[in-house]
């Protein structure tokens, strides 16, 4: 019913708009760039609306004649409004929103005009700010910005200190995912604990790490789809000898993850650094029982990857450019307003100056007194860059589904992901 109401608004919104000699770019106002004024609406979600709220006061001691509205939504009911909105040629949209970084190639693909290209108004000078897959995440296909980059997500594994200790595993041992599946099971045989964490039909993230890692998305640099890769293919096959091995959580969702942590059902968890901030909130009762160290590797692979991210975009039919630009600006390239996201949130940041501040150089007394942050903004500019375009979604859904079937139903590797890879080509051709 709710996704009837939605098209039918849409519906209503096009005929409407239909009827205006406007476009969303002829709206627009661009105002005083130097001396912006006015008022602008920002829409995001969770602690990143907090986050921008917060930064609001300062932003205004450098722009004191702008007025910032910031309205906090739930994620999917922001999408929502905004796809409702960029198909109403702008009605109803804010001056800035926050997007994930893997949806941001669907909306251009599907609005390649709803949002403002950032180096017209001069963004492109920050591009060295940044590490290079956040940039190109953020790019449109000329290489300009369309998104300012915000946070985003290094990854590696959260283990539990004392279970490797039980099971006398050094963590500095795994370097590989062979030595990982080793490890678990001598783990699990001395605490009962399994590895990890998969909600197996509908996460494919261990998969997308494994892939990144090697240099891959579910495409690569030339846009051909690798679900059949021998990248794909090894990373699956280790996801499988992880299941046969019994060393897998079959988990439900983000709570499910979140359970397994705080009950010790799990003695690692894979994901990006911003879990660090839910497992201290969670389980503050384990402090010092936790670290982290990085994810194993592929023969002719890297340890490092991404999880998650997300960027800030100005929609074409803002009525207040100038405003609008510099609160995007101010928000992504103030060394204080990133610090404070992640102070207060764990969110982390994808401005690199920050990183030489002493909440990412010193120990954390709950991660078994390491720099874990400093050990992960080391490999920030280490992260291969992938080429994630408007496809990447649904390559999610289908590759979760073949995960499913390879795990839960004994179906082969080869025969899934090739069944996958029609099932993308199928797609694409629509």
């Not at 096009?14 to 760039?33: I, R």
């Not at 602690?47 to 739930?74: G, H, L, R, W």
């Not at 879990?275 to 670290?291: E, F, H, N, R």
Request: charged share 25%; net charge negative.
């Amino acid at each position: 019913m709710k996704k009837y109401m939605t098209v039918m608004l849409v519906m209503l919104l096009l005929l409407l708009s239909a009827c205006s000699n406007k476009t969303a770019g002829d709206e627009g106002q661009t105002g005083n760039s130097k001396n912006p004024s006015g008022s602008i609406t920002v829409w995001g979600w969770d602690v990143a609306a907090a986050t921008m709220k917060a930064a609001v006061e300062k932003f205004q001691k450098q722009y004191p004649d702008v007025d910032v509205k910031v309205e906090d939504f739930n994620s999917a009911d922001l999408y929502d409004k905004l796809t409702v909105g960029l198909a109403a040629r702008g009605s109803g949209l804010p001056d800035v929103v926050l997007m994930e970084d893997e949806r941001i190639p669907g909306y251009l693909h599907q609005f390649p005009q709803g949002f403002l290209n950032l180096n017209k108004l001069g963004y492109e000078k920050y591009k060295d700010s940044f590490n290079l897959a956040k940039v190109a995440a953020v790019q449109n296909e000329d290489g300009d910005f369309i998104a300012a980059p915000w946070d985003i997500g290094p990854a590696g594994v959260f283990y539990r200190v004392d279970y490797f200790e039980k099971a006398n595993v050094d963590p500095n041992s795994i370097q590989t995912w062979d030595d990982y599946i080793e490890a678990g099971k001598k783990i699990k045989e001395a605490t009962g604990a399994q590895l990890l964490p998969i909600d197996i039909p509908n996460y494919d993230g261990v998969f997308q790490m494994m892939m990144q890692s090697q240099g891959l998305s579910y495409f690569d640099k030339d846009d051909k789809i690798a679900l059949e890769s021998k990248e794909a293919i090894r990373a699956m096959e280790v996801i499988k000898k992880l299941h046969d091995e019994d060393l897998i959580l079959n988990n439900k969702g983000w709570d499910g993850i979140v359970t397994a942590t705080v009950n010790g059902s799990v003695a690692t968890v894979p994901y990006g650094v911003w879990y660090a901030g839910t497992i201290m909130d969670q389980a503050p009762d384990l402090k010092g029982k936790w670290d982290v160290f990085y994810l194993p590797s592929f023969d002719g692979g890297t340890r490092y990857a991404n999880v998650g991210g997300s960027s800030v975009l100005i929609p074409s039919s803002s009525k207040n450019q100038s405003a609008a630009y510099a609160f995007v600006e101010f928000f992504t390239t103030d060394t204080e307003s990133q610090l404070l996201g992640f102070e207060k949130y764990g969110l982390f940041p994808s401005l690199k100056e920050t990183y030489t501040a002493p909440q990412f150089t010193e120990n954390n007394e709950y991660f078994n007194n390491s720099p874990i942050f400093k050990n992960f903004a080391d490999i920030v500019d280490q992260v291969p860059q992938i080429n994630v375009n408007e496809n990447f979604a649904k390559a999610s859904s289908l590759i979760s589904n073949a995960q499913a079937a390879i795990l839960l139903e004994n179906q082969s590797v080869d025969t899934r992901l090739n069944e996958a890879k029609k099932q993308l080509e199928n797609e694409r051709k629509k």
